[in-house]
């Protein structure tokens, strides 16, 4: 319950903190800011703290500020403990069109000049590889899309041992719906690789451009001329994306008709992949076309003409679209004047993306809530956040997902992750197939929710204060065991599908279930058919009169084994309960469970169990080592 009141307080928090926001749609956070406090730079943006958006991190201050004016840059939140994905959670409203800045400027923060490499996501997608970071210079990536959900989530993932991701700034910028329209950003996002504005002396943002989109200063390269409009006034409203007026007064032209201008920093990549670029032309000069006189140009992609003749117009702007079109670094985009055109071609800015794989939905919202219970139960796994699933390589340590579009929890490995306390209701994640509690400090009943999880093949509990439950009390059982473990019965938690092997008990873990070859749950408390128990009782007997020598062990009675040397510990990534530990991680799936996997344990010790047929489909396997015991429980329910 304190745990619930805090994530609500979290949530609660998270929305003043956007509602101080001085600008209406825009979320301006200061990672790693020492205070909550709100500030506003010299642009007029209002900038907050992070507190309210990470559980996790560490604030720390670059030891080469960029300039003196730049405090948002000053600081940064470094990611060196915890899980390898850390993820900022934005409340914001579902369906509007955003752009999702992140900003990152290392400043040799670590003493050590050695930039980090990692990779971000984007509301469980991926969006790019931070990297060739450089000691001195500001980096920054750029998402346009609609947000699907309530909350915008992004996260930092250290994908190279002994390089930590950082973050210094995280903005959110509301869109008008018609902007960036020629494409549907619900199903894909636009990765910013260029803006430019051409021929400007400085970069253009906000207040210049009410969206806060930064233009890059483009100078005229060689056989280039910078041109100054002298228009007092340009109508941009007939640009569907909005462009600034501010973007338009300068322009960067050829000399001559015969030459033409080459859009060489596009930044795209060196593999073919789809894009949207978008081409801006305003004419900066009062050219009289009815004595003749005109600027004409085209549009040309590897030497292809690709637009319809473009005359620029005289303070206003023409936008020219390129969409889904496959280009690499290798494309080669040109402004061409045509064969009739008295005056050079010009261009006055430009925008390049590329388009993203189709977004996902995320998690199932069902499972992702029942986990949120968990979270809110157990403090200690708070820490996670972002989609549990997805991307595919970076889903949490602790579950193992399907593969499905929309994926399913399939599996929770908690195994020693100090949870304490009871149980919450998760019994909506009926694609559960595993659980391992095993070496917590759970209490109360084993929850009889779980015999509604149809899927589950395999319970370990591993806890001593877990019990069955009957109508009167809740009695603690001996160890339960189903003997020598069987290859298969249990999924691991890596993705790539590699299973366990069964699960052991030892006197450490008392009330640890196991799963040989039942696709049903072992569930403690639940109602035994009589003719079991009368199977059982003639199976004790025939063991007892036709063994020799040998006596078996009587009901409740416990046999010793033998001594098993102790297992490679699970590669989870329980907490460590003396504080935070650099963690070193490469990229990889979720952690795979050993072979032959056995709790540590000085030894192994086996209750005996009732003999008698396998369950059929619908019925419970049930494991159990005092006749009495289940003789009363059926006698109590009849």
């Not at 943002?205 to 002298?230: E, F, M, V």
């Amino acid at each position: 319950m304190i745990m619930a009141n805090h994530l609500l307080l979290f949530l609660l928090l998270s929305l003043l903190a956007l509602v101080a926001s001085a600008q209406v749609g825009f979320v301006s956070i200061d990672c790693g800011s020492s205070s909550n406090a709100n500030y506003t730079d010299m642009s007029g943006i209002t900038w907050i703290g992070d507190r309210s958006f990470i559980h996790t991190g560490e604030n720390q201050v670059v030891q080469t500020p960029i300039n003196s004016e730049s405090q948002v840059l000053n600081t940064l939140r470094e990611f060196s403990t915890g899980p390898k994905k850390n993820c900022y959670s934005i409340p914001f409203t579902k369906g509007t069109k955003v752009l999702v800045r992140a900003s990152f400027y290392y400043g040799n923060y670590d003493k050590k000049s050695s930039p980090p490499s990692f990779d971000i996501l984007l509301d469980g997608n991926n969006w790019t590889t931070v990297d060739y970071l450089t000691t001195t210079d500001w980096n920054y990536a750029e998402a346009i899309y609609v947000v699907s959900k309530d909350v915008i989530s992004v996260c930092l993932v250290q994908t190279h041992p002994n390089q930590f991701p950082f973050i210094s700034a995280l903005e959110v910028r509301s869109m008008d719906s018609g902007m960036y329209s020629n494409l549907d950003l619900s199903v894909n996002a636009l990765i910013l690789t260029a803006r430019t504005a051409f021929g400007a002396n400085q970069d253009i943002r906000y207040p210049n451009d009410p969206y806060d989109r930064i233009w890059t200063a483009g100078q005229s390269g060689s056989g280039l001329t910078t041109l100054k409009s002298n228009g007092t006034h340009i109508i941009t409203n007939v640009s569907t994306d909005n462009v600034p007026s501010s973007v338009l007064q300068n322009a960067v032209a050829t000399y001559t008709t015969s030459t033409y201008i080459i859009l060489s920093e596009t930044n795209l990549p060196t593999t073919p992949h789809p894009i949207y670029m978008n081409l801006y032309f305003s004419e900066v000069e009062v050219i009289y076309s009815t004595l003749g006189l005109q600027r004409s140009l085209t549009v040309n992609v590897n030497g292809v003409i690709d637009s319809n003749e473009i005359i620029p117009p005289y303070d206003g702007v023409i936008e020219f679209n390129i969409n889904s079109s496959v280009c690499s670094s290798d494309t080669k985009f040109t402004v061409v004047a045509t064969p009739d055109a008295i005056y050079p071609p010009l261009v006055n800015a430009m925008e390049v993306f590329l388009i993203s794989d189709t977004l996902t939905n995320g998690t199932n919202s069902v499972d992702v809530e029942q986990l949120s219970l968990l979270q809110a139960q157990f403090v200690v796994l708070a820490q996670w956040s972002g989609d549990p699933c997805l991307p595919a390589p970076y889903s949490w340590e602790w579950v193992t997902c399907s593969s499905d579009t929309t994926p399913r929890i399939t599996a929770l490995y908690l195994n020693g992750y100090g949870l304490s306390g009871t149980l919450p209701d998760f019994s909506s994640m009926v694609a559960l197939q595993t659980i391992d509690m095993q070496n917590n400090s759970l209490t109360g009943e084993i929850p009889s929710f779980l015999g509604n999880l149809t899927s589950l093949k395999e319970l370990v509990a591993g806890n001593q204060k877990l019990c069955a439950s009957d109508s009167n009390a809740c009695k603690i059982l001996a160890p339960l065991s189903s003997g020598t473990p069987s290859p298969g019965s249990g999924t691991s938690p890596s993705s790539s599908g590699t299973q366990s092997s069964g699960f052991g008990t030892s006197p450490s873990n008392p009330g640890t279930l196991s799963s040989s070859s039942s696709k049903l749950p072992i569930i403690l408390g639940t109602s035994i058919p009589i003719f079991i128990i009368f199977l059982a009782i003639v199976a004790f007997l025939a063991i007892k009169y036709h063994k020799g020598e040998t006596k078996p062990p009587g009901p409740g009675e416990i046999k010793e084994t033998g001594k098993r040397s102790d297992p490679p510990q699970r590669p989870a990534f329980p907490p460590s309960s003396t504080g935070g530990q650099n963690v070193n991680m490469n990229i990889q799936s979720a952690p795979t469970m050993p072979p032959n996997y056995w709790p540590s344990a000085p030894s192994v010790v086996e209750a005996v169990p009732p003999e008698g047929p396998e369950p059929s489909n619908g019925e419970t396997k049930f494991i159990a080592n005092e006749i009495e015991y289940l003789m009363e429980m059926q006698a109590r329910q009849q």
